[in-house]
């Protein structure tokens, strides 16, 4: 069976046809059918934090599903009390009395985890709720009422009511929005850095403002971090960097090192919101997720975390002197390479013939979001891979617009 031909023929073509086939994956690095290396630049779109084929995350696997596969929430086990402990410690970074207060909630992706937090959001009886424009929180329902993008959200309209929308880091309209009737917000949602709109970090500051302004109405404060957690921007979590605390955290992606688990933490009041018959998950907790995410958060200390700074460091010098770009911009290894063509998408198709896999979230954007174990040398080739990745693109882009 050729896969590629007979991908339409059985998959909803939501995705349209992949343009290669991958087979198996070591690291940082993945191969074709035909036996083709490729830097693996995107690990899943942030999930493979651990890159491909993990020895923390086969032997927890592996042992996991010898003992004890899927119970459902019916029942405890030990790998989901003990990832949620963990969660709990890296959120509240040892204060007692905030772990005290803090609770989780685990389902399957970061969507999931999404619905959840709105719907903690709709328990506070209040039914206003502000997303940023251009955020992305997931594409079921309710987490796509919540994602700032219209071209995504037209097809399903009517879409959940109460979500109104701020520009992402405007203070002074997001201020103006609350008090215009600050009483009935729930939630403010935000992404500590914008990941499908191209890689855009929040303004500095803007977490402590809308944090105070959480606080002085009483609103909660939700944080999307599917794609800015799990050590992703250096810090265990991206609003750490600002040193706040939201009321609500969501994750997803690197949670699990490859497999599918989300979760949402909830601390304070708004973890006493959601109680029992409120929500469910038949999968979400899965003994086998928690199990490779107990791996994951063994592996992502302090430490490794500083490397991933020092990593994303390493590529921004490098990519500052590559012809064609124009800004490195975002924190650890979730980067937005900008460049002066607007020439991204086809980079990614050329990519493929240098050996890099990458993705573009926007014309004139390269998203780079590489396993986390990713090496220097590693780096170094893949720079130079993209470097000639931009030149050949830009070359031909030039050569079809005069011929």
């Known amino acids: ?42 690990a899943g779109i942030a999930v493979n934090a651990l890159g491909h084929a993990h020895p923390a995350i086969i032997e927890a696997v592996t042992s996991q599903i010898g003992q004890l596969g899927h119970v ?22 040892n204060d007692a009395a905030l772990a005290q207060a803090t609770r989780v909630f685990f389902c399957n992706s970061g969507a999931e985890a999404n619905e959840a937090a709105f719907k903690i959001a709709r328990l506070t009886g209040r039914r206003r709720i502000l997303a940023a424009v251009d955020g992305f929180h997931g594409r079921t329902m309710g987490s796509l009422a919540l994602t700032g993008q219209p071209d995504k959200r037209a097809a399903f309209e009517p879409m ?15 201020t103006k929005l609350v008090e215009s ?12 850095i914008q990941g499908e709109t191209g890689v855009i ?3 500095e500051g803007f977490l402590k403002s809308v944090r105070e302004l959480c606080d002085k109405h009483g609103i ?25 605390i939201p009321d609500v955290v969501t994750m997803a992606k690197g949670l699990g090192g490859g497999l599918p688990i989300g979760a949402t933490l909830a601390t304070g009041k708004a973890a006493e919101l959601m109680t029992p018959g409120k929500h469910g998950t038949t999968f979400g907790g899965s003994p086998i997720s928690c199990a490779a995410a107990r791996a994951v958060l063994s592996t992502i200390d302090e430490a490794f975390c500083a490397e991933v700074k020092r990593k994303g460091e390493l590529f921004k010098e490098l990519l500052g002197d590559v012809d064609g770009v124009v800004d490195v911009r975002g924190r650890g290894l979730m980067l937005g390479v900008v460049l002066k063509e607007s020439v991204a998408k086809q980079a990614v198709a050329q990519g493929f013939k240098n050996g890099v896999i990458l993705n573009a979230p926007a014309d004139n954007i390269i998203r780079l979001t590489p396993p986390l174990i990713i090496e220097d040398e590693e780096i170094a080739d893949a720079v ?8 050949e693109t830009v070359t031909e882009t030039v050569t079809e617009t005069t011929a």
């Open 72 to 93: 459902s929430n019916l029942f405890a086990s030990r790998p989901v009390v003990e990832v949620a402990a963990e969660l709990i410690q890296r959120f509240s970074l």
């Open 160 to 174: 959940p009511q109460g979500v109104e929308f701020y520009p992402y880091g405007d203070m002074d309209y997001l």
């Open 201 to 203: 970090p929040a303004p």
């Open 1 to 42: 069976m050729n896969t590629l031909e007979t991908w339409p023929e059985v998959i909803l073509n939501s995705y349209g046809t992949p343009p290669i086939e991958l087979v198996s994956g070591k690291g940082a690095t993945v191969t074709d059918e035909q036996g083709n290396v490729y830097i693996d630049l995107l």
């Open 220 to 244: 909660l404060m939700v944080t999307d971090e599917v794609q800015t957690g799990i050590g992703r921007t250096g810090d265990f979590f991206a609003h750490q960097y600002e040193g706040i």
């Open 384 to 391: 130079k891979a993209i470097a000639k990745t931009i030149t």
């Open 181 to 192: 009737n600050a009483s009935d917000v729930a939630a403010i949602f935000l992404e500590p």
